[in-house]
């Protein structure tokens, strides 16, 4: 249609950042469907739609104009990303993972006539689109370093802020899944901190599996964070999801030197296998046994068979180290119900070291702001589909929710808390 724009403003955002849709140059009333889909490393699509009916001045603005149908509805200009789904057709249990932070997640719109499924839209069931788009978002700032690590076993990346700092240090980790995740990483690296990306199994020479951990292995990355020249000495952070949660409150019990932990959805002990400090082995709280879970069609929901025996749980009142732990109600691979038995252990003069937040509705995978959601996923170790819960909307809030916290509890107990301690020193 002649004098059709599509805007987006800003042109190209870190991802942790909202965008403003609007179209322009339609008929009044007209319905339309914006189309949005980003392809991922590995050729998989995923995709959302928004059916919309035009102003009386012809337009759309996503910010204000209501989505009749789609995958997301009513008013939210970030809708056509956090409500993205895999594409029709594609295998069951697919994740939108970055996998290369140093290229953007490019999200292509279109604007049709009409309104249109999902489904049809993905086939080419549609006419031409009336107008295209495309938005570059980043996870890694241009002038956030990327340099992979190889210090003796130490595995990962680090990522560093443009200039000589030092800047506050954060390991950064995930789950079973295995391998190394580094979008999280570079993403608050852009925010300006130091952060290591850490793999523990499944990545290059690494061990193949998690069983039989070796907990020297982390004590060697926090020191070689702890020592590295562009980063804060005296006082680190973790950031991590699921296994890697639980590993980073074990760590800290044994890492005086860790002053904070963002913990989303970790168990409050050790499960599956044990950990090894050279003659020491520290037993797990609960096995690996399929039997007890529940077996669905979305897949395995091991919400069932945990530990709520609070003298198996971590000791981590007994350090000074400050927690954000961040819990989705409906999460189908902890029991939510852990975390708060968690904050009953801390002695009433140390309940101010651990702050609950729980999201009603949210699922397991609380991930930066507007990853769409991911209710379950293919983990290679089960061989199967493995059921994450949450649903689209309440997750979407979570996950952007819970961004504003993490920021503002890293910033505080690791930047605002180290020039604390430089003052004193000074007195």
Same mark, same amino acid.
């Given at each position: 249609?002649?004098?059709?724009?599509?805007?987006?403003?800003?042109?190209?955002?870190?991802?942790?950042?909202?965008?403003?849709?609007?179209?322009?140059?339609?008929?009044?009333?007209?319905?339309?469907?914006?189309?949005?889909?980003i392809?991922?490393?590995?050729?998989?699509?995923?995709?959302?739609?928004?059916?919309?009916?035009?102003?009386?001045?012809?337009?759309?603005?996503?910010?204000?104009?209501?989505?009749?149908?789609?995958?997301?509805?009513?008013?939210?200009?970030?809708?056509?990303?956090?409500?993205?789904?895999?594409?029709?057709?594609?295998?069951?249990?697919?994740?939108?993972?970055?996998?290369?932070?140093?290229?953007?997640?490019?999200?292509?719109?279109?604007?049709?006539?009409?309104?249109?499924?999902?489904?049809?839209?993905?086939k080419?069931?549609?006419?031409?689109?009336?107008?295209?788009?495309?938005?570059?978002?980043?996870?890694?700032?241009?002038?956030?370093?990327?340099?992979?690590?190889t210090?003796?076993?130490?595995?990962?990346?680090?990522?560093?802020?443009?200039?000589?700092?030092?800047?506050?240090?954060?390991?950064?980790?995930?789950?079973?899944?295995?391998?190394?995740?580094?979008?999280?990483?570079?993403?608050?690296?852009?925010?300006?901190?130091?952060?290591?990306?850490?793999?523990?199994?499944?990545?290059q020479?690494?061990?193949?599996?998690?069983?039989?951990?070796?907990?020297?292995?982390?004590?060697?990355?926090?020191?070689?964070l702890?020592?590295?020249t562009?980063?804060?000495?005296g006082?680190?952070?973790?950031?991590?999801?699921?296994?890697?949660?639980?590993?980073?409150?074990?760590?800290?019990?044994?890492?005086?030197v860790?002053?904070?932990?963002?913990?989303? $959805?970790?168990? #409050?002990? =050790?499960?599956?296998?044990?950990?090894?400090?050279?003659?020491?082995t520290?037993? *797990?709280? /609960? @096995? &690996?046994?399929l039997?007890?879970?529940?077996?669905?069609?979305?897949?395995?929901?091991?919400?069932?068979?945990?530990?709520?025996?609070?003298?198996?749980?971590?000791?981590?009142?007994?350090?000074?180290?400050?927690?954000?732990?961040?819990?989705?109600?409906?999460?189908? $691979?902890?029991? #939510?119900? =852990?975390?708060?038995?968690?904050?009953?252990?801390?002695?009433?003069?140390?309940? *101010?070291? /651990? @702050? &609950?937040?729980v999201?009603?509705?949210?699922?397991?995978?609380?991930?930066?702001?507007?990853?769409?959601?991911?209710?379950?996923?293919?983990?290679?170790?089960?061989?199967?589909?493995?059921?994450?819960?949450?649903?689209?909307v309440?997750?979407?809030?979570?996950?952007?929710?819970?961004?504003?916290?993490?920021?503002?509890?890293?910033?505080?107990?690791?930047?605002?808390?180290?020039?604390?301690?430089?003052?004193?020193?000074?007195?």
């Amino acid at each position: 249609m002649e004098g059709m724009k599509l805007s987006v403003h800003p042109h190209e955002v870190m991802v942790d950042e909202r965008v403003s849709v609007q179209v322009s140059g339609l008929a009044a009333n007209q319905r339309v469907t914006v189309y949005s889909s980003i392809k991922s490393g590995k050729g998989e699509v995923f995709a959302s739609c928004g059916c919309y009916q035009a102003e009386k001045d012809g337009t759309v603005d996503l910010e204000r104009t209501p989505a009749l149908s789609g995958t997301y509805t009513g008013t939210d200009g970030m809708g056509f990303i956090w409500s993205m789904r895999p594409a029709p057709g594609q295998r069951s249990g697919l994740r939108l993972v970055q996998t290369d932070v140093t290229k953007p997640q490019l999200v292509n719109i279109s604007i049709h006539s009409g309104h249109h499924s999902l489904s049809d839209l993905c086939k080419g069931h549609s006419n031409p689109p009336l107008v295209t788009g495309v938005l570059p978002r980043w996870y890694k700032s241009c002038d956030v370093s990327r340099i992979p690590v190889t210090s003796g076993r130490l595995r990962g990346t680090l990522f560093l802020p443009k200039g000589p700092g030092p800047f506050p240090g954060l390991i950064d980790m995930y789950g079973t899944g295995g391998g190394i995740m580094e979008y999280r990483a570079a993403l608050l690296a852009s925010r300006g901190f130091a952060v290591l990306a850490l793999p523990f199994f499944g990545y290059q020479d690494l061990q193949k599996s998690f069983s039989d951990l070796d907990l020297n292995y982390f004590k060697e990355a926090v020191t070689f964070l702890d020592t590295h020249t562009h980063v804060q000495s005296g006082g680190l952070g973790i950031i991590a999801i699921s296994k890697g949660a639980e590993l980073g409150q074990f760590i800290a019990i044994h890492c005086p030197v860790i002053k904070a932990i963002v913990s989303i $959805n970790g168990m #409050p002990y =050790l499960s599956f296998s044990p950990i090894h400090d050279g003659h020491i082995t520290y037993p *797990n709280a /609960i @096995e &690996l046994d399929l039997a007890l879970y529940d077996h669905t069609e979305e897949g395995i929901c091991s919400k069932t068979g945990h530990c709520f025996d609070t003298s198996k749980f971590f000791k981590v009142w007994e350090s000074d180290v400050k927690i954000l732990s961040i819990i989705g109600s409906d999460d189908m $691979n902890v029991h #939510p119900d =852990l975390h708060q038995l968690q904050v009953g252990c801390f002695p009433a003069h140390k309940q *101010n070291n /651990i @702050e &609950l937040v729980v999201y009603e509705g949210a699922g397991h995978l609380i991930e930066p702001p507007f990853s769409p959601h991911c209710r379950a996923s293919y983990i290679k170790m089960l061989g199967t589909n493995l059921v994450w819960g949450g649903n689209p909307v309440d997750h979407a809030y979570a996950q952007e929710d819970s961004w504003r916290r993490i920021l503002h509890f890293l910033n505080k107990h690791l930047r605002e808390g180290h020039r604390k301690e430089g003052i004193k020193s000074l007195l």
